[in-house]
C-alpha cells in the first residue's frame, strides 16, 4: 500500500525559513496535504496541493511537488516560535477514494 | 470558523467495556471519518462513511468497531469490547476535497 515518509525532527532559529520535506511511494497521488498538530490538540489543515500543481503559496507558506521524485515540501518563510509543533504531510489516491495516508510527523522545535 | 468537535477528550475505561465516542461534523459535510494514532505511530484510516453507509474502511475496522449517524448532527464510533491495543488518539474528521479534524479522543484501555 502507499508508504508517505517524514523526518522526525528539524531545528531552526526564529526569523529563519524552515523546510520540512516528505516523500510517498504511489505516483496516482491526486491531493497532497500539510497538517500542523500543537500539543494537545488536533491536526489543522495548513495548505494542500493538487498532483497537477508544482508550486502553491499561502502567506508564509509555499509547497512544492516534485511528482518525477514523489517528493513534497513545506517551507515557512521567517519561523516564529509559535511554529513550533508537529507537522505531517498526507496524501489521497482519489481513484482509491477518500481516505488519507500520513507520514509520521516532523517535530519542528524553533528557538529564540 | 465552523469547526469539528468530539467529545469526550479522554476516556478512560476497562478491557472488554463498550464505549462509544462522540463527533459533531461540520454542518454541511457529507463525507466523515474515523482515524486513529497509537501513541508513537503515525495518524492510521480507520473508516469513511457518506450517504448513511460505510464508503471505505480499513482492516483495523473489523467486527469490534461500527459506526453511526444517529441523528442529524452526531457520528459516533463505537468499540464493542475494548482491548489494550485500542488504547489511542481517536480523530474524527469531515469534508470531501479536504477533510477538517476534530480535537481527538484519548482512549485509555486498561
Known amino acids: 500500500g502507499e508508504d508517505v515518509e517524514q523526518s522526525l525532527f528539524l531545528s531552526v532559529r526564529e526569523g529563519d525559513s524552515s523546510v520540512i520535506n516528505c516523500t510517498y511511494t504511489?505516483?496516482?497521488?491526486?491531493?497532497l496535504y500539510w497538517y500542523k498538530q500543537e500539543p494537545g490538540a488536533g491536526l489543522q489543515l495548513l495548505t494542500y496541493i493538487f498532483s497537477n500543481m508544482d508550486m502553491k503559496q499561502d502567506q508564509r507558506l509555499t509547497v512544492l511537488l516534485n511528482k518525477k521524485d514523489k517528493h513534497l515540501s513545506l517551507r515557512i518563510a521567517d519561523t516564529q516560535t509559535g511554529d513550533s509543533a508537529i507537522y505531517f504531510c498526507a496524501d489521497r489516491i482519489k481513484a482509491a477514494g477518500n481516505k488519507l495516508t500520513f507520514g509520521g510527523g516532523t517535530r519542528v522545535l524553533v528557538k529564540p | 470558523e465552523p469547526e469539528v468537535t468530539q467529545t469526550p477528550s479522554h476516556q478512560v475505561t476497562q478491557m472488554g467495556q463498550e464505549v462509544i465516542l462522540r463527533c459533531v461534523p461540520i454542518s454541511n459535510h457529507l463525507y466523515f471519518y474515523w482515524y486513529r494514532q497509537i501513541l508513537g505511530q503515525k495518524v492510521e484510516f480507520l473508516v469513511s462513511?457518506?450517504?448513511?453507509?460505510?464508503?471505505?474502511k480499513s482492516e483495523i475496522f473489523d467486527d469490534q468497531f461500527s459506526v453511526e449517524r444517529p441523528d442529524g448532527s452526531n457520528f459516533t464510533l463505537k468499540i464493542r469490547s475494548t482491548k489494550l491495543e485500542d488504547s489511542a488518539m481517536y480523530f474524527c474528521?469531515?469534508?470531501?476535497?479536504?477533510?477538517?479534524f476534530g480535537p481527538g479522543t484519548r482512549l485509555l484501555v486498561l
Open positions: 462513511f457518506y450517504n448513511n453507509e460505510i464508503s471505505e
Open positions: 504511489d505516483s496516482s497521488s491526486t491531493y
Open positions: 474528521a469531515s469534508g470531501e476535497e479536504t477533510q477538517y
